[in-house]
Nanobody, 121 residues
Framework: QVRLKESGGGSVQAGGSLRLSCEATGYAYCMAWFRQAPGKEREGVAG????????YYADSVKGRFTISRDNAKNTVYLQMSSLNPEDTAMYYC?????????????????WGQGTQVTVSS
């Protein structure tokens, strides 16, 4: 069982930055951030293997978002820069306990409640 709690969302102007945090209890083989805007499907943003630190990203955020982890705090971060209104969404942290990690919602077994990110123009 993995429990996830996100924090760090908020409102920011276009071009600004935010850092999201996801505190986990329990073991996760990989963790990822997803987002879902109103009326749209949930999409993968970035993922990380906490053990190795290896990361993977959606093309839409490469160069702007960085995922990282602090294993001592059991926390994964998503540093978001150069935000634009299209990044507005509810952001969710997800975890998977075994291999098979990919940026698809059905690949993850555990989910947080989400944190809202709103970017104004």
């Amino acid at each position: 069982q993995v429990r996830l709690k996100e924090s760090g969302g908020g409102s920011v102007q276009a071009g600004g930055s935010l850092r999201l945090s996801c505190e986990a209890t329990g073991y996760a083989y990989c963790m990822a951030w997803f987002r879902q805007a109103p009326g749209k499907e949930r999409e993968g943003v970035a993922g990380i293997y906490p053990g190795s630190g290896n990361t993977y990203y959606a093309d839409s955020v490469k160069g702007r978002f960085t995922i990282s982890r602090d294993n001592a705090k059991n926390t994964v971060y998503l540093q978001m820069s150069s935000l634009n209104p299209e990044d507005t969404a509810m952001y969710y942290c997800a975890a998977r306990a075994v291999s098979g990690c990919r940026l698809r919602p059905d690949a993850y077994d555990y989910w947080g409640q989400g944190t809202q990110v709103t970017v104004s123009s």
